[in-house]
């Protein structure tokens, strides 16, 4: 069975710090993607990012950066000179590429509190 | 761009009453369409999905239903509610083509 774990349940940091969300997956599909959302205070979930298992590459978009490694199956997010708008929760998630369903499983989150 | 409504925003049910949810989707045709709650304090669970009109999976037992009378209207039900059934609603959206799956507002449900 997939499953997604993040071990951080909240994270406070000050405002300009730099801060890495952890996430460790687990599956047996050889096929699959990982994904990063972003749930402000409002509750809806924006889409950050998504990753194939064949595409290990560390990507870096603004103050945004992933490191995937799946040697240790993990998916890492590190914001980087936080501000207090990046305050929200954090969900990593997993989904097979198989069946057309394209379920995501989510792990609990992290909640990200960036002080001024 | 697909844009996902969800109706109502917050509701307010005691406990024996049914329920109906509402999700339409805009911006896309043939879309997978989702159904997860997000109890206070946890992550997301997938309640059901839908790959096409009156194509139906459920993920989890329990004492709600999911229809899709339409191709982009994807309904949450139930003909009595539980106290455990208080949480946050949420509607996604996997566009034609896409991999990524899109959410909307959500809805705050309260039983009491």
Redesign the interface.
Known sequence: AQKVTQAQTEISVVEKEDVTLDCVYETRDTTYYLFWYKQPPSGELVFLIRRNSFDEQNEISGRYSWNFQKSTSSFNFTITASQVVDSAVYFCALSDAQGGSEKLVFGKGTKLTVNP | SQTIHQWPATLVQPVGSPLSLECTVEGTSNP?L?WYRQAAG?????LF?S?GIGQI?S?VPQNLSASRPQDRQFILSSKKLLLSDSG?Y?C?C?PQGS????????T?LTVT
């Not at chain 2, 946890?42 to 997938?46: E, K, P, S, V």
């Not at chain 2, 991999?99 to 959500?106: A, R, S, W």
């Open positions: 997978n989702y946890r992550g997301l669970q997938l999905y790959v999976s993920e946050f949420l996604a996997l991999y990524e799956q899109y959410f909307g507002p959500g705050r």
